[in-house]
């Protein structure tokens, strides 16, 4: 499978970015992931539903399925949190995972870049990052590519030679 990474700061547009590639992609015929690091104090679950009462009291994993959809939660508690190739494990077989977040992953990552953003960018310290994509006029010693065009940031992710592919 191919694993390429949407980086960047906070605010700088990657969901939005992964909205427009997610329907670009599969448009192509294409099964699509997506793994997401979010902060740490995040949680899908809420006080009183079952599922938390069971994870509050003590399961380690809930698993809630309907006929539309299924979720495991898995607690971690002492545990350190997976490394991105363990988490890769745990999808079902697809062609293309996105990667949102991990920015020190060794994945090949687009990073999403707006001079408005105040932050510095990431491809002068990231040897992970292989193109911009902004809408912004600025120089990078990697390729440039136009923000608001998914079409194009898909070709490119899609053949790019140091894409990662996994069993």
């Known amino acids: 499978m191919i694993v390429f990474g949407i980086a960047g700061w906070s605010g700088s547009g990657k969901t939005t970015l992964l909205e427009k590639l997610i329907p670009e992609l599969t448009a192509r015929r294409l099964r699509v992931s997506v793994v997401k690091h979010a902060h740490h104090g995040f949680d899908l679950d ?42 890769l494990r745990l999808l079902a077989p697809c062609d293309v995972v996105l990667i949102e977040g991990f ?36 120089e990078a010693a990697v390729p440039i590519l136009p923000l608001d065009h998914a079409a194009a940031i898909a070709d490119f992710m899609l ?5 990662r592919r996994s069993p």
Not at 159 to 163: A, E, I, R, V
């Open 46 to 87: 809420r006080p009183g539903k079952d599922s938390y009462r069971h994870r509050e009291a003590g399961a380690t994993q809930v698993l809630m399925l309907s006929g539309r959809r299924w979720v495991l939660m898995h607690e971690l508690r002492d545990d350190p949190e997976p490394t991105l190739d363990e988490q």
């Open 159 to 163: 053949s790019h030679p140091g894409t």
């Open 103 to 138: 920015k020190a992953a060794a994945v090949p990552k687009v990073e999403v870049f707006r001079v408005a953003n105040g932050k510095p960018p990431l491809w002068p310290d990231s040897p992970h990052v292989v193109a911009v994509a902004t809408a912004d006029a600025i």
